[in-house]
Each structure stands twice: as C-alpha cells, then as structure tokens.
C-alpha cells in the first residue's frame, strides 16, 4: 500500500514536472505527414517522430517529408516548418527573449512576438534578425539561394533592413542582395486576421522566383490555379 502510495506521488511529480518542462519551449500543435526529429538530448543520435504536443529543445533538429509539415507554438510566437525541410534550434532562452535558428534547406515561417530581445534565423547564405514581426525564409538547394520575405514589421538581412511587403534574396558566395517588392501582388483579405491571396500578378512573378512557391500555403492563389500545395489549415483562406 506504501509502495503504491510512493508510486501515484511519483507519477504526479513526473507530469508536473513535465508540464512546466513543456511550458518552456515551442510544442507541436499542428502536424501533417511524416515530421522527425534528432534530439539534442538523444546520445544514440536516432531520428524519432515527430508528433502533436511534442517541444523542441535547444539543439533539437526537425525534417519534414514531402507533403508533411509541422507547426509550432510558444505563447504568441510561431514556427511553421513547410515540407521537404531541416531547421534546427540553436539557441532558446525565453527568459533573456533570445531565440537562434538554423534552416539548413526547405521553407519556415516564423512569427515572433516573444523574443523582443533578438530572434534570429540562419541559413546557408543569410542572417535573418527581427524584432516582433512576421517572416518567412526560403532556401533552394538547388540554386544555393535564401529568399527572405517580411509580411509584418522589418527584417535585417546580411545587415539589409527590409519592410513588410519587400524581401530580399541572397545566392551562396555573393555579398549581393537582390531587393524585392510584393505589396501589389497579395490582394487584401475579406477575413480580419487571414492573410490575403496570391494574385495573377504573383503568378508571373513566380515564374522569375520559384521559391516563391512556399507563399501559397497561406496565400491562396486568386484567380489562377496552384498544383501541388499544401494549404495552411489555420492560416490560409
């Protein structure tokens, strides 16, 4: 009856200890498809999957399969981590509001209200630094190219300010950054608090800049036809 007794006060220490462990970082509260994780805390180093109210660590490295994605919630910030794509969390200490990212290939939005401090996003040619805003970074293997896209407030990129409606696009060896502006390109929103859809206009200018593509998971396309995306089920129209 003791060792019982023992065992029940054990088990509720353990999930409260786990629920405030829990509280301290990002949790899964949207997934779709085959989303993994490597954990920093993991010594066999074996990649697990990756599922609904489970957080990611400091050191934690994510991929989504093709069609999966995963999204992430802490208080009122947001990582959304879009298919075919690896993005590993450096840094985290909500309390100092610092928060460091790495996207090693593929696409993330991010929307950053808690770490007023410093939240900054790396990846193979960029540094993206904001402070409370909304962003998304999009890197192409293929081209060796990181697109920086700024929806709300100002993103510096490689020490380049950039504005809600601009972006700019950086290739792997190159000091360059190549500016671009999207604010007549997204219509606005008949729903407060959705993002407006992708119009025809967006469309050609997808055919210059493919990474793009990872826009329309939010921005529905209007008036023409996207094959192959996945919608945003919270976000998008």
Not at 116 to 134: D, L, M, Q
Not at 191 to 210: I, M, N, R, Y
């Amino acid at each position: 009856m003791v060792m019982r007794h023992l065992t029940i006060q054990t088990l509720l220490l353990l999930t409260f200890t786990f629920s405030i462990h829990a509280g301290e970082f990002a949790v899964a509260g949207y997934v779709k498809g085959k989303v993994s994780v490597l954990s920093a805390d993991d010594t066999a180093k074996l990649w697990k999957t990756f599922k609904v109210n489970d957080v990611l660590k400091p050191g934690d490295t994510i991929q989504t399969g093709n069609g999966s994605k995963v999204d992430l919630v802490f208080k009122e910030t947001e990582f959304r981590i879009q298919p075919n794509s690896s993005f590993t969390l450096k840094e985290w200490n909500p309390k100092q509001q610092i928060s460091k990212g790495y996207l090693e290939k593929g696409a993330a939005w991010f929307k950053v209200k808690d770490f007023k401090k410093g939240f900054e996003v790396v990846s193979p040619t960029t540094t993206a630094g904001v402070r409370g805003t909304a962003f998304g970074v999009y890197y192409e293997e293929k081209d060796k190219k990181t697109l920086t896209c700024v929806c709300e407030g100002k993103v510096d990129v490689n020490g380049k300010v950039f504005s809600q409606g601009t972006s700019g696009t950086v290739t792997l060896g190159s000091d360059q950054i190549e500016s671009n502006d999207y604010k007549d390109l997204i219509a606005k929103s008949e729903k407060k608090g959705f993002p407006g859809g992708a119009t025809v206009q967006f469309e050609k200018k997808l055919k210059e800049s493919p990474l793009l593509t990872s826009c329309l998971s939010c921005h529905k396309p209007t008036g023409w036809e996207a094959k192959g995306i996945i919608p945003d089920q919270k976000y998008s129209n």
